[in-house]
């Protein structure tokens, strides 16, 4: 049995000054939610409301990181933002599917794709799969 970090990495980069594309490292789960929703939210309250979280590199993502991620979708709309999710593994897309998270929180296969449909919508903000 291999031993599971306790730890959630973020890795950030700014293609322009109101957008983040942020790859998320590591599980989202009880232990680590919080760590994803106070580091994300950061990025959300300093100025850059649209965001679009890269999940490639998250192998386990339990109903507290599910949580996270709904807040975190919460907290892009009130800073007149958006948030959309990019590259979720099959377990979790499940998940979001099965919980009827996907009808809200918008995923795409790619963070140009995201990106684009962000650029593209005149209401990025509503949630609306794109």
Known sequence: MTDVPD?????????????????????VDTRTADTLRHEASEILEQGCPHLVLDLSQVGFCDSAGLSALIGLWHAAQAVGGALRLVNVPDRLMRMLVLTGVDAVLPVHATAAEAVTTMTASPSIS???PG
């Open 126 to 128: 509503t949630g609306e």
């Open 7 to 27: 730890t959630l990495q973020l890795t950030v980069q700014h293609p322009r000054p109101d957008l983040a594309i942020a790859t998320v490292l590591g599980d």
